[in-house]
């Protein structure tokens, strides 16, 4: 059973950065789309980013582009999201998910694996 355990959370100033890891456990990383996704209190989960297998591509929200950057090692087996001039709109819990047939979708259903989310804070 895929297992995804997100790390690297925490609070920081507005400008600030933080990076987020998700670990990949239980089956063939490299074989699977990672996304982050993020929900903040009282919105509805939103998608961050994406990346395709061999690392080389990304889809991310208007929002982040420019300012976050997702990258993947298939060696290691974790995927990194860079968050850079974070915004105290950033603010939210970020989920790590994955899926083998996902490709780069905004679409959170599509994506079978979740992990437990990550609290991310941005003090303005």
């Known amino acids: 059973q895929v297992q995804l355990v997100e790390s690297g959370g925490g609070s920081v100033q507005a400008g600030g950065s933080l990076k987020l890891s998700c670990s990949f456990s239980g089956d063939s990383f490299s074989t699977y789309f990672m996304a982050w996704f993020r929900r903040a209190p009282g919105k509805e989960r939103e998608f961050v980013a994406a990346?395709?297998?061999?690392?080389?591509?990304?889809n991310k929200a208007d929002s982040v582009k420019g300012r976050f950057t997702l990258t993947r090692d298939n060696a290691k087996n974790t995927v990194t999201l860079q968050m850079n001039s974070l915004k105290p709109e950033d603010a939210a819990v970020y989920y790590c998910?994955?899926?083998?047939?996902?490709?780069?979708?905004?679409?959170?259903?599509?994506?079978?694996?979740w992990g437990q989310g990550t609290q991310v804070t941005v003090s303005s």
């Open positions: 998910a994955a899926d083998e047939a996902s490709g780069l979708t905004t679409i959170g259903f599509l994506y079978r694996f």
């Open positions: 990346i395709n297998l061999p690392g080389d591509s990304t």
